[in-house]
């Protein structure tokens, strides 16, 4: 079950600012790393991202494919955080 109120920013912010396409609908399973869709330095952007807008902190470790590869992913991870 994903969370709107999370995921669409992250979405707004994944298609804007590292794809450089507004319009690009982010699905909540659609792998982002793993697909080759964002590189590791974008990841990096990805994170400062959800710790600024979301107020919870992300560690290095966790800036991966295991927790970081879709929405979905993303939502829980915040979620366990708040």
């Known amino acids: 079950m994903m969370d709107e109120a999370i995921a669409a920013p992250i979405a707004e912010y994944i298609a804007g600012a590292i794809l450089k396409n507004p319009k690009r609908a982010i699905k909540p399973d659609e792998p982002l790393i793993s697909s080759g869709l964002i590189d590791s330095f974008h990841l990096v952007d990805l994170g400062l ?22 929405l979905n992913q993303l939502v829980a991870l915040i979620r366990s955080r708040q």
């Not at 107020?55 to 879709?70: Q, Y």
């Open 49 to 70: 991202f959800v710790e600024d807008k979301f107020g919870v902190r992300i560690d290095d470790s966790e800036l991966n494919a295991d927790t970081f590869d879709t």
